[in-house]
């Protein structure tokens, strides 16, 4: 019995939204509930639109990476889930604390004590972000959140900074 086109559209979307809702479960189950550390006073929350414009000069760079991917049938597809994941979890996860396009804007990531975060929750913190994608008003809670939080970071419990 062949399924109809809706059954294989829902099949795909619950594949695509597997690790997005993996990664929110463990980040809420394994990610301990700490109190958050005051900002010093050098110190601001980063907003939406240092963030958006941040994420633009990120989307520029893997849309380029994407294009290049893109003449590699099949593999490349499957290349180009793992650089995006990649690219931002190992940066985050860095000593620098930010993807080039947050060091352009001046922005870190860090936990909920200013340190730096570690690969798994940058992993939590992306596959959630999709989340956020997918929802969209996840990225639009960045704008009325006192600490300029989105779903994504309430889940990973990390937040963008950057000097005044």
């Known amino acids: 019995m062949m399924m109809e086109i809706g059954s294989w559209m829902i099949i795909i979307l619950l594949f695509l939204l597997a690790p997005s809702v993996i990664a929110l479960i463990l980040c809420l189950i394994l990610i ?3 109190s958050y550390k005051k900002l010093i006073k050098k ?4 907003g939406f639109w240092f963030r958006l414009l941040a994420g633009l000069v990120d989307w520029i760079i893997l849309a380029i990476i994407s294009i290049i991917l893109a003449f ?3 593999i ?3 290349l180009g889930i793992f650089v995006y994941w990649l690219y931002y979890a190992i940066q985050h996860s ?8 947050m060091r352009a804007c001046d922005i870190i990531i860090v936990d909920e004590n200013h340190n730096k975060i570690g690969f798994w929750r940058a992993t939590g913190n992306y596959f959630v972000s999709s989340l956020s994608w997918f929802f969209f008003i996840g990225f639009f809670m960045i704008a009325f959140t006192s600490k300029k939080q989105g779903f994504h970071n309430f889940i990973s419990r990390t ?3 950057k000097p005044k």
Do not use: E, M, R
Not at 94 to 101: F, L, N, P, R, V
């Open 32 to 34: 301990q509930k700490k």
């Open 43 to 46: 110190q601001i929350y980063a």
């Open 72 to 74: 590699i049938p099949v």
């Open 76 to 78: 490349g597809w499957i």
């Open 94 to 101: 860095s000593s620098k604390k930010a993807t080039i396009g």
């Open 159 to 161: 937040l963008c900074i």
